[in-house]
């Protein structure tokens, strides 16, 4: 290929519609080399950790993640190389033995809360998005998502949000928001603005 594959990074709090917004993206090039990828997927391997001392992992937090891992798999898929994305086990809390082969594209849509964080993460980005929702509002999806799909209990949500989530945005996500070259408020709704960068990856695909 004789051009360099675009990425576009998509971040913001928990429930703030990120996953909207990349998936909406996805679904305006369905004729065109594009993939997902999320941060999520690599959390750090946590075989050597009891099972006792995983349980205490903190998953909003920038150590969490192998962000060395991800950069190096970025790296492969813009010289058109494939790689071996890892798969996490939740049960377990630690990095399962499956992995996901995926084949490059010419547009790479990263998402996670804190791809933002990492410098070396920021420099491979052609387009960085922030997702910006308000607190009760992403509070009130994550609610609702734990409990749906999740089993959790209202309890159980309220107290990880308030003992964990919360003051992990504040110190982490949210910082990264000054790093973006668009702000969309509200998440998936805004649809002028998901238009907007739409129009902008297409001038990256050299596309009318």
Known sequence: MSTRPIIIGVTGGSGSGKTSVSRA??????????M???????????SHLSFEERLKTNYDHP????????ITHLEKLLKYEAIEVPVYDYVNHTRS???IVEEP???IILEGILILEDERLRDLMDIKIYVDTDDDIRIIRRIKRDMEERGRTLD????QYLGVVKPM??????PTKRYSDIIVPEGGENHVAIDLIATKVATFLNHD
């Open 105 to 107: 594209k010419e547009v």
């Open 25 to 34: 993206i996805y679904n305006h090039f369905p004729d065109h080399s594009i």
């Open 63 to 70: 150590f969490a993640f192998d962000t060395d891992l991800l």
């Open 169 to 174: 945005y504040h110190q982490f996500i949210e």
């Open 36 to 46: 997902m990828l999320e941060h999520d997927s690599y959390y750090k391997d946590q």
């Open 156 to 159: 159980s949500v309220i107290g």
């Open 97 to 99: 033995e499956a992995t």
